[in-house]
């Protein structure tokens, strides 16, 4: 018999520590390939997502070295490229499920894992029901990537926790900045982070405030609608106690009837609404209004990206995710998504689970609304609680002449077997 | 003979350094305290700048802990709090003088530090004409800090190092992103920095770039006009043969006429040109034009305060800078400012020196033409042997439940012994 190769990808945005997970996923695969041969072969990676897959564009990782293989623990941003591209219903699109099955029955694949957030566990989830509906005997297991943290079923997302660690670190540090300006100069400081819908990462922020007084003083949530008249009256009182104001604000950030914030503001030289400004909105606003000068900052890709200041617990997870994915896989486990599973707040204990994708798929967890302090502007102790352990622990990367020291895969193509494919 | 006490204030925008400075100074002047106690005796501190010591707001640094103290070394922005204040010249304004050297007697101060950047060099510079012009002997040192690296008669500015291993490793991890997400999705990255009138900042982006079509592939100099043609161009060759783009801008950039790009762009709801956003600018300006979608990030506050990924370079140098300045005070050197001077490219080797006060004060150093591209955006190898020494080393703050553990000191204020005086 011969083994069965195994396909990997990754999918939607990429974070700080998906490539964790694929250095687990691909040592932990050599490890059993050396142990038993005849169980796994090769890891082929598909080049940009499921896209290498339908476009036969597949990576063979064992033309990489053992050590490349190990940076990639500590290397940001997606090594095999990513996409956003949703696959369709077998009914609605079957020519492509049949190109999948095309494709593995060339490449000997075995094995098919999905590492990405909601709509890609929605893909995982369709591709799992190939065995079933169209017979090519495939194992398919879901991986859990995502900075929004909005998976169900699972504890916390890999990702999120440096995402966390990184705005929570960041707002913590321009709060001393603007604190030193605040006396003849710069009183309010806004920082604009992800979450459309859900306001993990905002809430995050609010981990670098420990005491009374602390930046961030003002969270400014997607689950909360903005109350222009009710959050100017908490920035005054903020200036007046403390000299300043800090402020994190999700780029969700929506009124009482469901617009969003950023679009109601500024408009470029043609008319169009302005996306991903909302910070500078809520910080002109404030201008207007109070007349305190402000300085507004926009984290955008560097949150997600910023591995040099990743949480180790994150790093962990995520890395221990994509082993256990492996042995899920080799287990015959089809159809389901590795899991964390929260043990113990204090000291912080968690294990690995698993969840059935149809679970997952398409399902957002939001925040809960215990988890909003009762005026909507901070995060409660059971909020806290939850946050804390995700942030914990250093996982610098090496660096080489005075920067992070990151790897970039040789990602030499799988010899091409098939006819060309349109995505 | 009683003493002299010292006055220590920090000035114009801060930085993850400016708080080493201060430890620097502080632990020196203890240490010769306790050696000489007939040579110096107490550092008070302004709280916020000069304006400290016209308002007779001292604080008494004798009151915190050497271990607080100690932690200042690690902890970003100004400790005292900082202001942007300019004195005006001894005959427009002799009132301010003679209230100066009346908290000067009223507090036994004959040792005068100002740490700041141009304009607070210049305020020094007036400062140290008192003993000359109004026959009180106070003896001026002036300690450079600016993330702007343009004061001149040195070979680097303390806090610049700092803002440029940030830039730079933001750029670089953004870009793994944004190289993950091209196929599908984002495909231009704009990052917009500090410095208004000079590139240091925008120029240190570059040192991410070690390798052909390494991000980031563009910088856009404040020194060099915007010539939008000729950016798309060189944007449109960049995706065509990398598959992305990211680019850094300065803040500072401006079309042939001398116009800020900033301003050319966005009008918010009022019609006011709205400042801060010429990364957007540029980047809408490519999704007009190319068609390509774009993300964009406003580092602002954040660069200048990460202490979290400081230059261990910068902070040496910046606490160093701190010791001598008490010793040349001590040594009646009255009217000038510490400078680094750089002994070798390779490996780095620097010592500390002087200036006159008169040869810094508002006096801007421009990048040399030398350190930019033929073709204008990206830097030359002299500007790369230049920069690479300033980011070298880390020098990790320690962490606290998953955060780093800054120093908020007591800030107690000496009691005051005159009249109120308005500023």
Known sequence: MIAKNAFYAQSGGVTAVINATACGLIQEARRLHLQHPDKIGKVYAGRDGIIGALTEDLIDTSLESDEDIARLRHTPGGAFGSCRYKLKGIEQHRAQYERLIEVFKAHDIGYFFYNGG???M?????????AETLGYPVVCVGIPKTVDNDLPETDCCPGFGSV?????????EAGFDVASMARTSTKIFVMEVMGRHAGWITAACGLASEAQGEPPHLLLFPEVPFDPEGFLAQVQSCVAQYGYCTIAVSEGLSDREGRLIAESGTRDAFGHAQLGGVGQVVAQLIKDRLGYKYHWALADYLQRSARH???RTDVEQAYALGVVAVDLALRGKNAVMATIRRLSDEPYRWEIGEAPLSAVANVER??????ISANGYHITEACRRYLQPLIEGEASPPFRNGLPDYVRLKNIAVPRKLETFTV
Chains 1, 2 share one sequence.
Not at 164 to 172: C, D, E, H
């Open 118 to 120: 909601n709509d890609s």
């Open 122 to 130: 929605d893909t995982a989830w369709k591709v799992s029901q190939i």
């Open 164 to 172: 966390a660690k990184y705005v929570a670190t960041s707002i913590r």
């Open 309 to 311: 200041i990743a949480s």
């Open 366 to 371: 939001k925040m809960p609304a215990e988890f």
